[in-house]
């Protein structure tokens, strides 16, 4: 089957032969030569190629040929060039941190006014089981307050206590009575004794400078002689009748504290010098006797 005439291959040719100006130099002659295909053959083989060399005298050609060493020469001369600085903030100082605040002081102790007495000698501590129990002053006492149980003091009077090892000192009120250990002169509040460093310690050696006795206290007070501390209800009870017997005109009474048993002697009048006589001449066998004040 043959292709219509509409279908017959069409072979274009082209030979252009193109001749510069006289004035070219013949060392730039260059030869360019064109490929002339046939289009939409149905036997490309069978197409002839017709190729020709024409030589061009032109001046273009040399340019060419360099452009793209140019092109390399203008792109390092650019990048050797100096870029504008961007202005840039300074990044803001680093935030100034306050320094710590130091741990608050505590204020001195109030002294109100002179020093109207003072002692020195063992003090002590105490908590449970007297934590929250009845006081002497008929008071609950509170571990956590700034109190102290003193034997003579008047109730309520304000003394400073000074730990004469590490010269720490508080001011406490006398809410109580004891300590009932010999060589010991005070029992201070839990919370006392950790202000002045006798908490760990359980003892240390103190001063004891009295600031301030109660309006209401009087200089005779009441007084009595403490003996104890029993620990069965039945050495307590015989050591009441045996007393009571020696000294009629005195009120003897046992009672329980929160440590053991404990007999109390209220002379007549309940002075100072006669509780004083009964203490100083009585040695029970069964404990140890204090002179004790009651308000």
């Not at 032109?58 to 990048?79: I, Y």
């Not at 060589?183 to 001063?207: C, E, F, N, P, Y």
């Not at 009295?210 to 039945?234: D, F, K, N």
């Not at 003897?252 to 509780?275: C, E, L, M, N």
Request: aromatic share 4%; charged share 15%; proline share 10%.
């Amino acid at each position: 089957m043959h292709a219509s005439p509409s279908r017959q291959p069409r072979i274009a040719q082209s030979v252009v032969k193109t001749r510069t100006s006289s004035s070219a130099s013949p060392a730039l002659a260059s030869q360019l030569t064109i490929l002339i295909r046939s289009e939409s053959s149905p036997h490309p083989r069978r197409n002839a190629v017709a190729l020709e060399t024409v030589k061009l005298r032109n001046p273009l050609l040399p340019l060419r040929a360099v452009l793209p060493g140019l092109l390399v020469l203008c792109l390092t001369v650019s990048g050797c060039r100096h870029h504008p600085v961007q202005a840039v903030a300074p990044p803001p100082p680093p935030t100034e941190q306050a320094p710590p605040s130091p741990a608050p002081v505590e204020p001195a102790p109030e002294t109100h006014g002179p020093v109207l007495h003072s002692e020195i000698g063992i003090a002590s501590w105490y908590g449970a089981p007297y934590h929250n129990a009845l006081a002497a002053n008929g008071q609950v006492y509170d571990e956590n307050a700034m109190t102290a149980a003193h034997r003579t003091l008047p109730m309520g009077t304000v003394v400073r206590v000074t730990n004469l090892s590490t010269r720490q000192s508080v001011v406490v009120t006398i809410a109580d009575r004891g300590p009932f250990v010999p060589g010991r002169i005070l029992d201070l509040s839990r919370a006392a004794a950790r202000k002045i460093g006798v908490w760990r310690t359980g003892t240390a050696r103190v001063r004891i400078d009295v600031l301030r006795y109660p309006p209401a206290a009087t200089q005779s007070g009441r007084w009595c002689v403490q003996i104890g501390v029993l620990h069965h209800e039945g050495d307590a009870r015989r050591l009441q009748q045996k007393l009571q017997r020696e000294y009629p005109s005195a009120n003897v009474i046992d009672f329980k504290g929160a440590t053991g048993y404990w007999v109390r002697i209220r002379p007549y009048g309940q002075s100072h010098t006669s509780a004083e006589q009964i203490a100083r001449i009585l040695q029970p066998v069964e404990g140890q006797a204090y002179l004790v004040r009651l308000n």
